[in-house]
């Protein structure tokens, strides 16, 4: 069955400090990964998802991940981060086919600190 | 782009009442919805995918007399939560697969708090 597990229950990293947010995912298909953002009381947000290509892909906010096919791995990374980007962060893996839903990490928080 | 709106944002009921919650794509036909809920502090569990024109597909433990799934046309899917009851307070939110370049695409999600 399809998982993703993102080891990090919480993170706090300094302002300014670089960020890496671990994913790794379990499925049977193709893989297509996702990163979410979601702010307390809000929706989700997408930062970034990978289909096929290039393996290192750029999202918005300045957050790019790289899709490691032997680790089965979808790390998110920024290298400086903002106040604002204190949140919770979702890895997701799905086939996009109509009928596949995304299945989710249990996620990470990031907390910022001056 | 997709997107699907979702109604109401916010919702507040007695308990014991019904409370039914719309998702629409505006832009293109979803021939499936996924519905997740999600509780404070944790993540995205899948409930139910719903499909147009049939019943709907139930996750283990997702009490189907409970939550009734309706997806009566390629457009509108709906969640109504009946005899709500506290333990229903929760994040609800749904989903659909436009394609290949879009991805998933999410509704904004409804916040249900039953007093």
């Known amino acids: 069955a399809q998982s993703v597990t993102q080891p990090d229950i919480h993170i706090t990293v300094s302002e300014g400090a670089s960020l890496e947010l671990r994913c790794n995912y379990s499925?049977?298909?193709?893989?297509?990964l996702f990163w979410y953002v979601q702010s307390p009381g809000q929706g989700l947000q997408l930062l970034l998802k990978y289909f096929s290509g290039d393996t290192l892909v750029q999202g918005i906010k300045g957050f790019e991940a790289e899709f490691k096919r032997s680790q089965s791995s979808f790390n998110l990374r920024k290298p400086s981060v903002h106040w604002s980007d204190a949140a919770e962060y979702f890895c997701a893996v799905g086939a996009l086919s109509g009928n596949t839903p995304l299945v989710f990490g249990k996620g990470t928080r990031l907390s910022v600190i001056a | 782009g997709a997107v699907v709106s979702q109604h109401p944002s916010r919702v507040i009921c007695k308990s014991g009442t019904s409370v039914k919650i719309e998702c629409r794509s505006l832009d293109f036909q979803a021939t499936t919805m996924f519905w997740y809920r999600q509780f404070p502090k944790q993540s995205l569990m899948l409930m139910a995918t719903s499909n147009e024109g049939s019943k709907a597909t139930y996750e283990q433990g997702v009490e189907k007399d409970k939550f009734l799934i309706n997806h009566a046309s390629l457009t509108l899917s709906t969640l109504t939560v009946t005899s709500a009851h506290p333990e229903d307070s929760s994040f609800y939110i749904c989903?659909?697969?436009?394609?290949?370049?879009?991805?998933?695409?999410f509704g904004s999600g409804t916040r249900l708090t039953v007093v």
């Open positions: 499925y049977g298909a193709t893989p297509y």
């Open positions: 989903s659909a697969v436009q394609g290949y370049n879009y991805g998933y695409t």
